[in-house]
Nanobody
Framework: QVQLVESGGGLVQPGGSLRLSCAAP????????TGWYRQAPGKERELVAF???????NYADSVKGRFTISRDNAKNMVYLQMNSLKPEDTAVYYC?????????WGQGTQVTVSS
């Protein structure tokens, strides 16, 4: 079973920054779209950002200008740099990879923004 491995979540004060990382197997990373969803308690899962293998990026309106998605194809890694964090960014963040019609998920990492 293919598993993505996430890291980088934690507790941060409002206005702070975090960088999430996600490692994927090489076999599914190339020619793929990668991205991040998040799910807050009592809310539906929300697409935060995605990036195609041709470097096209897209962001949810709620994070534009604050979050940046990037990927390192040599290391099979995808990142989410989160700046100017707000309490409403508190959620479990999940990375995913779309490859040849299949979607693979990470286990989720908790981000809590609180003073």
């Amino acid at each position: 079973q293919v598993q993505l491995v996430e890291s980088g979540g934690g507790l941060v004060q409002p206005g702070g920054s975090l960088r999430l990382s996600c490692a994927a197997p090489r076999s599914i990373f190339s020619i793929s779209t990668t991205g991040w969803y998040r799910q807050a308690p009592g809310k539906e899962r929300e697409l935060v950002a995605f990036m195609t293998s041709t470097s096209i990026k897209n962001y949810a309106d709620s994070v534009k200008g604050r979050f940046t998605i990037s990927r390192d194809n040599a290391k099979n890694m995808v990142y989410l740099q989160m700046n100017s964090l707000k309490p409403e960014d508190t959620a479990v963040y999940y990375c995913y990879v779309n490859n040849v019609g299949n979607r693979y998920w990470g286990q989720g990492t908790q981000v809590t923004v609180s003073s």
